[in-house]
């Protein structure tokens, strides 16, 4: 059985980090991307990063390019999101999802995690 896990979020202020894990059970992250999405209130659930399972290719939407790292390590079968300079405008349910390859669109990937809450407030 497929299982995502996130775990990491919290609370923290403007400008601080934190580091988001997203671990998989019932497969090898090996062979498939992973990426990241958020959902805000009120607000559609958008792509925030991905990482490909081919080569390792990572992609990052342009609101946290710079900021934002993905990484996997593929003998602990987690995916991580390290958050750096966090804004206010990143707070946001945070959500790993797992298909074969990278896309920006929430409906191309089949398995979810259960999402974890980001809040960047002072």
């Known amino acids: 059985q497929v299982q995502l896990v996130e775990s990491g979020g919290g609370l923290v202020q403007p400008g601080g980090s934190l580091r988001l894990s997203c671990a998989a059970s019932g497969f090898t992250l090996d062979y498939y991307a992973i990426g990241w999405f958020r959902q805000a209130p009120g607000k559609e659930r958008e792509g925030v990063s991905c990482i490909s399972s081919s080569d390792g290719s990572t992609y990052y939407a342009d609101s946290v390019k710079g900021r934002f790292t993905i990484s996997r390590d593929n003998a602990k079968n987690t995916v991580y999101l390290q958050m750096n300079s966090l804004k206010p405008e990143d707070t946001a349910v945070y959500y790993c999802?797992?298909?074969?390859?990278?896309?920006?669109?929430?409906?191309?990937?089949?398995?979810w995690g259960q999402g974890t809450q980001v809040t960047v407030s002072s």
């Open positions: 999802a797992t298909d074969f390859v990278c896309s920006w669109f929430p409906a191309d990937f089949g398995s």
